[in-house]
């Protein structure tokens, strides 16, 4: 099978009771007003509204009308049916690690989810980009570095998340975009729908209309479905996510462009299908932003004045997964190259070698220079060893850092 994306096509909208959905799932009770209007009455739900939305669908209040993602693959999502038969039975109540081989499918095109035009779309919706973090700061399971997520951080959050489509029809709880606020309600997304997944197997985007997704909740012992049904939809075959105790380094899933064979993506590998390396190899790290004039890259940088590898094997390094930002302000007299140490460790059996390890080996990378007076945003792995060494013959270093986030002052 090869997945091909065309020109993003904008489906029919399907229409949803959305205010019955609030009641009976948000609120978590049915509000009942009085015939005088003088008081409310709050019962206990019985039945739980479950909304299915085909790949290719568009909510009646999206956080956004312009699709992420291409259209979906026909040879994973069947048509809608049209018999106008609405399903019955009870959802499948066996729960799937999150993580677990082929949930998802992914090629390493990041045109399966335009990840950069959505955070360019943020930036340009701030009530939707408020919004869109509330929602994924409701959810206790969503795992961030500094805690709450904030709107600033979006691109930062979204460069941890990698490009798939799911595999099989998947409960999750979505959310639209009512009245500046995002509102919860339980659905079901075809097999084909594209998606953002953190590295704990949780959808966290539906790409074709910037929604934000989080696990599902516990539904009621009655289900109704609403919305529009698809060819071979059954309720008791929809995969119910659970994530795992320990993130992962890369999720691996069904290669569309190999039927049979299976690929791993890691964060910021759109682009490319990234293999997880064993030994583990620390981030390549990469200016970002808009670089001040004063950063520039050499062709033959001068070989450094010392090795910052001297000692590092079978030092064990403690991190975690992700990379962090910091400045790099060159307050020195003189120009300065920038170099880093490039590791791959060894975990210990039986932990995740995302937090670290024992490192096996060590290398001095050239990352670019910095002229006198000006600075450059770089991010790395935390953690991770900087040098800023003399930039005309490599003398040095004039400065050293640890990753941690923090500016790093070279004087």
């Not at 109540?93 to 949930?103: E, G, H, K, L, P």
């Amino acid at each position: 099978m090869t997945f091909t994306a065309p020109a993003p096509a904008q489906p029919p909208r399907a229409k949803k009771p959305k205010a019955l959905i609030i009641s009976t799932i948000t609120v978590g009770a049915v509000l009942l007003a009085s015939l005088g209007g003088l008081g409310w009455i709050l019962l206990k739900p019985t039945t739980t509204e479950v909304m299915l939305q085909p790949a290719g669908y568009i909510t009646s209040s999206p956080f956004a009308e312009d699709p992420f993602a291409g259209a979906p693959d026909p040879a994973l999502a069947t048509p809608v049916d049209d018999t106008g038969v609405v399903p019955t039975g009870a959802l499948n109540s066996q729960t799937t690690n999150a993580t677990d081989v082929a949930i998802y499918g992914g090629s390493g095109d990041h045109q399966l989810c335009d990840a950069q035009k959505f955070v360019a779309f943020m930036k340009q919706k701030p009530a939707q980009a408020q919004a869109w973090v509330d929602a994924l700061n409701a959810d206790p399971k969503l795992s961030w570095k500094n805690g709450t997520l904030t709107v600033a951080e979006i691109p930062d959050y979204v460069n941890t998340l990698v490009a798939v489509v799911l595999m099989s029809d998947t409960l999750v709880t979505n959310h639209d975009f009512v009245n500046q606020k995002p509102v919860p309600y339980q659905s079901v997304l075809q097999a084909g729908t594209a998606v953002l997944v953190d590295m704990w197997g949780v959808p966290r985007l539906q790409c074709y209309c910037g929604n934000p997704l989080t696990l599902p909740q516990g539904t009621a012992a009655s289900t109704t479905f609403v919305g529009t049904p698809w060819v071979g939809f059954s309720p008791g075959n929809v995969t119910n996510l659970t994530p795992p105790a320990k993130p992962v380094t890369a999720l691996t899933v069904a290669n569309l462009n190999n039927p049979g064979s299976t690929l791993q993506l890691a964060p910021a590998s759109n682009t490319s299908p990234a293999a997880t390396p064993a030994p583990t190899p620390s981030p390549a790290p990469t200016p970002t932003g808009a670089l001040p004039d004063g950063w520039f890259v050499k062709p033959t940088p001068p070989t450094p004045s010392t090795d910052l590898c001297a000692g590092v094997v079978g030092n064990v390094i403690t991190t975690v997964p992700g990379d962090v930002k910091f400045p790099a302000n060159n307050t020195s007299p003189v120009e300065v190259d920038i170099w880093n140490t490039v590791l791959t460790w060894q975990a210990q059996p039986g932990d995740d070698p995302a937090y670290g390890g024992t490192i096996d080996s060590c290398t001095m990378q050239y990352v670019g220079s910095i002229k006198q007076g000006t600075s450059a945003e770089l991010f790395g792995f935390p953690g991770g060893q900087w040098a800023a060494f003399e930039g005309v013959n490599g003398t040095g270093p004039v400065a050293t850092k640890v990753n941690g986030g923090d500016a790093w002052s070279i004087q």
